[in-house]
């Protein structure tokens, strides 16, 4: 079975500064995984996502997410952090060899951005 | 907006009754899918459907059933209501059931057992 794991259930950091979100995932073939955002009262908007192609993805709003198959990781980031970017982040897990398609979520990082 | 239209958004009943929550998947898509979001659960899959047909199965309770319709509009059925059950419940669609595909989020339906 597929799982994923996002350390920290919170992060804080300052405007203009790094955001790092760390995603860590368990499966018995390289899956797809995602980067989905959520903000406050509204649904999850995708990000990015990693279908085997570029182990570099970028995605909107200036993330980018790098697919390290030896470490089973993917890791989002953004260089400057601004103050629209507070919300909460889940990375997720699709298994390309199962039926259909379903998503195996992450247990969320909500981040905060200080001024 | 990602196109996937759910309602109600808000919803508060009493515990042992019975609920149908609605979704419109984006146009063309074939694929729905629920989930269901709670404090002590985080997102949970529930159940998708494919053109009409049920393509895959999670943690869906033995009282919550589903459905999708010829028109690819899907229901959730949640009945004999707990208190455990409230949480935001999301429908998704996505083109295909291919994996890779991407899935689209509808903004929720929030319900409360009370």
């Known amino acids: 079975a597929q799982s994923v794991t996002q350390l920290g259930s919170h992060v804080s950091v300052s405007e203009g500064a790094l955001v790092l979100l760390r995603c860590n995932y368990s499966?018995?073939?390289?899956?797809?995984l995602f980067w989905y955002v959520q903000y406050p009262n509204q649904g999850l908007q995708l990000l990015l996502k990693?279908?085997?192609?570029?182990?570099l993805v970028k995605g909107i709003n200036g993330f980018e997410a790098e697919f390290k198959k030896s470490e089973t990781s993917f890791h989002l980031t953004k260089p400057s952090a601004h103050m629209s970017d507070a919300a909460e982040y889940f990375c997720?897990?699709?298994?390309?060899?199962?039926?259909?398609?379903?998503?195996?979520f992450g247990g969320g990082t909500r981040v905060l951005v200080k001024p | 907006d990602s196109g996937v239209t759910q309602t109600p958004k808000h919803l508060i009943t009493a515990t042992g009754q019975r609920v149908t929550l609605r979704c419109s998947p984006r146009?063309?898509?074939?694929?729905v899918y629920w989930y269901q979001q709670s404090l002590d659960q985080g997102l949970q899959f529930l159940i998708q459907?494919?053109?009409?047909?049920?393509?895959a199965k999670g943690n869906i309770l033995e009282r919550f059933s589903a459905q999708q319709f010829p028109d690819l509009h899907s229901e959730l059925n949640l009945s004999s209501l707990e208190l455990g059950d409230s949480a935001l419940y999301f429908c998704?669609?996505?083109?295909?059931?291919?994996?890779?595909?991407?899935?689209?989020f509808g903004e929720g339906s929030w319900l409360t057992v009370v």
């Open positions: 459907y494919y053109n009409g047909e049920e393509r």
């Open positions: 998704a669609s996505s083109v295909a059931s291919r994996s890779g595909n991407t899935i689209y």
């Open positions: 990693y279908t085997s192609a570029a182990t």
């Open positions: 997720a897990v699709s298994d390309r060899e199962a039926a259909g398609n379903k998503l195996t």
């Open positions: 146009s063309g898509d074939l694929s």
């Open positions: 499966s018995s073939v390289p899956p797809y």
